[in-house]
């Protein structure tokens, strides 16, 4: 995967089901918007949230409303549900599979290198590792990934931890390997792709896909200040839609975007008004820019 992904979040109604009229029309927007690849049931996708039932289902959307690659997000805690998960998403037409680092027994590197490599072995997809320290509590090392990275069904790591010397080593120890290395941080995205790397997966593009994909054109094109200048008028938005406010400040911006994200799923919760009110003022801030 290349380019700028969108972990594009899933829309909830009133009830508490899945809209999947709304996240088809999502799908749609973002792929007006020039982003280059989507990921159904990510972080921001509420992932943890959705049954694995609803997960395939909300693939098959995604799958059915877009001409762009599809990364779906497959991971569960355990080997045979995330397997099962990844079968599930190849029957519905992605392209390759995000496996998030299991986190509740708070395994070792050696025990997550061993596990992908057992999932990449029988995954009918292509993994990419996902390291999401903020979530999980544990980074993926680097060295762990130059372990996998000549794996022939491991295609590469979405790494979320922000750190552009992170990023460096991962990038230094997996040259010699066909493996991607994508940022899951729109604060940092321009400088990733300065040291590079070869895309983002970033919350930000939900509410700012067109920005976001900017960013990532004028970097390919050559205008590199130009990418930072752009990426520097976004950090305050993407701040407030994951550092501060998280999944719900993001359906937020969405609808004032007059897009239909939907409700956030329970236990999270809307934002209150003063919130939304400075979501909408950061929101108009990066568009303008």
């Known amino acids: 995967m290349h380019g700028t992904g969108v972990p594009i979040v899933t829309p909830f109604?009133?009830?508490?089901?899945?809209?999947?009229?709304?996240?088809?029309?999502l799908t749609g927007w973002v792929e007006e918007a020039g982003v280059d690849f989507l990921v159904p049931c990510g972080s921001t996708g509420e992932a943890p949230l959705l049954t694995a039932e609803e997960r395939a289902q909300v693939v098959e959307t995604v799958c059915g409303a877009t001409d762009l690659p599809v990364l779906a997000g497959t991971g569960f805690e355990g080997y045979e549900p995330t397997l099962a998960a990844t079968e599930r998403a190849e029957a519905a037409g992605a392209d390759a599979a995000l496996v998030l680092t299991p986190s509740y027994y708070n395994s070792d590197d050696a025990a997550l290198g061993a596990y992908y490599r057992d999932v990449a072995d029988e995954s009918p997809l292509p993994?990419?590792?996902?390291?999401?320290?903020?979530f999980t509590g544990h980074a993926l090392s680097a060295r762990?990934?130059?372990?996998?990275?000549?794996?022939?069904?491991?295609?590469?790591?979405?790494?979320?931890?922000?750190?552009?010397?992170?990023?460096?080593?991962?990038l230094r120890f997996t040259a010699d390997e066909a493996f991607d290395v994508i940022v899951g941080s729109g604060s940092v995205y321009a400088s990733a792709l300065d040291v590079g790397t070869d895309g983002g997966i970033l919350a930000l593009a939900n509410a700012v896909p067109e920005q976001c994909a900017r960013v990532y054109r004028l970097h390919a094109d050559g205008e590199a200040d130009a990418a930072r200048s752009l990426n520097t008028a976004l950090v305050e938005l993407n701040h407030a839609l994951t550092s501060r406010y998280g999944i719900p400040a993001v359906k937020t911006a969405l609808k004032l975007r007059d897009q239909p994200g939907g409700y956030p799923r329970r236990p999270l919760t809307p934002v209150d008004g003063a919130a939304a009110d400075e979501l909408e003022a950061l929101l108009e801030a990066a568009l303008d820019a």
């Open 127 to 134: 993994v990419y590792l996902y390291s999401v320290p903020p």
């Open 144 to 170: 762990t990934a130059e372990s996998l990275a000549d794996h022939e069904n491991v295609a590469g790591i979405k790494d979320s931890s922000g750190n552009i010397a992170e990023l460096q080593r991962l």
């Open 13 to 25: 109604d009133d009830t508490g089901a899945v809209d999947h009229e709304a996240l088809a029309t």
